[in-house]
């Protein structure tokens, strides 16, 4: 008798939440809803209201950066011009991420938001090669730009990109251990390309704060443009980061927090368990965590794979559980199946 040691054809079935053990000894657990939950439903909330600011904003910086000819404003505006596209297309990839699977898309579209988040990562590199060019233009330009305007609208800038970029940390900040453990942080993932595009404006605004009270004291008007630089250093490093995290979740990696050597522990030192084949940890997105293992029991207790599958999904907090048991294999010759 063959059984499958992956799971990827065991993948949650469009009718929703369920739990069903087999008399082969075969459990799956999982939970799809179709729809946002409350934690979800705030998150999109914030999303878009950052979004509605973003999109507010943009036209009155934009003016103030070139009344002002002031390089590092005018790059912030450019960013902010590029956040409202990754926004929408992060609130898009919310919305697509939370629809129930289908029978080709057994495991729904979670998948989108590591794409999503990659996409966001590479229009802040874009951005910031164009920060980069105007910045080193900008060094050539002897005639500085209007301290006084700059400082005006770099306040406010500051002001409207710092509150956006909090209310989309808050939002994608898990609520506590069990939060997440249980992926309650949801689209923790999305939100953080998300917000790696507001932190930018963030320090854009504040480099060009500073930059305007050097000049306006008597400083060098180079500290427009390096300042820019500054900004641009900062979201290479977010990129990375996020591009890194997003990779690791279509490569299948194993999240950081679940130790596969803890996982394999506690199924080894669960009670019938004498052996531990196939196990497979790996994310559909961030805080949305699968499991599947294979393992020979002492003897046939159809019981077991439910049992072990909750234990599994209560001290790890993952979302997607399957568990295969078959009987403990015998002496050579011996049946591993008795009739």
């Not at 878009?48 to 000819?69: K, P, R, S, Y």
């Not at 180079?222 to 290479?236: E, G, N, T």
């Not at 046939?300 to 559980?321: H, K």
Request: charged fraction near 15%.
């Amino acid at each position: 008798m063959a059984h499958s040691h992956g799971a990827r054809g065991h993948g949650p079935h469009a009718h929703g939440a369920w739990r069903q053990p087999s008399s082969a000894g075969h459990a799956h657990v999982h939970a799809s809803h179709g729809k946002f939950t409350a934690r979800e439903a705030h998150q999109a909330g914030r999303l878009g209201t950052v979004l509605a600011i973003a999109a507010a904003f943009f036209v009155l910086e934009l003016a103030g950066a070139l009344a002002a000819d002031s390089v590092v404003l005018q790059a912030a505006a450019l960013h902010l011009l590029t956040d409202i596209l990754a926004l929408a297309i992060s609130l898009v990839a919310m919305r697509v991420a939370v629809r129930r699977p289908t029978p080709r898309f057994t495991y729904g579209l979670r998948r989108v938001e590591p794409v999503a988040a990659i996409f966001s990562a590479f229009l802040v590199l874009a951005t910031t090669v164009g920060i980069v060019f105007e910045g080193i233009e900008a060094l050539h330009q002897r005639t500085p730009p209007k301290a006084g305007l700059m400082l005006v609208f770099a306040v406010g800038a500051l002001l409207v990109n710092g509150v956006s970029a909090w209310l989309l940390h808050d939002a994608s900040r898990p609520h506590g251990g069990a939060a997440q453990a249980s992926g309650a942080g949801g689209h923790a993932l999305n939100l953080r390309g998300a917000s790696l595009h507001l932190a930018g404006d963030t320090l854009g605004a504040f480099a060009a704060v500073c930059a305007a009270l050097v000049i306006r004291f008597g400083g060098s008007a180079a500290a427009d443009p390096i300042a820019s630089f500054v900004v641009a250093a900062i979201l290479v490093y977010g990129s990375a980061l996020l591009l890194r995290d997003a990779a690791l979740v279509l490569l299948e990696a194993a999240p950081a927090h679940l130790p596969i050597a803890a996982i394999r522990r506690a199924v080894a030192e669960f009670p019938g368990v004498t052996a531990v084949r196939d196990l497979h940890v790996w994310a559909l997105g961030a805080g949305h965590d699968a499991v599947t293992v294979h393992v020979h029991a002492e003897a046939p207790d159809g019981g077991l794979a439910a049992a072990l599958s909750a234990r599994i999904r209560a001290e790890f907090g993952v979302e997607y559980c399957t568990v295969q048991v078959e009987p403990h294999e015998g002496p050579p010759g011996a049946s591993a199946h008795p009739p």
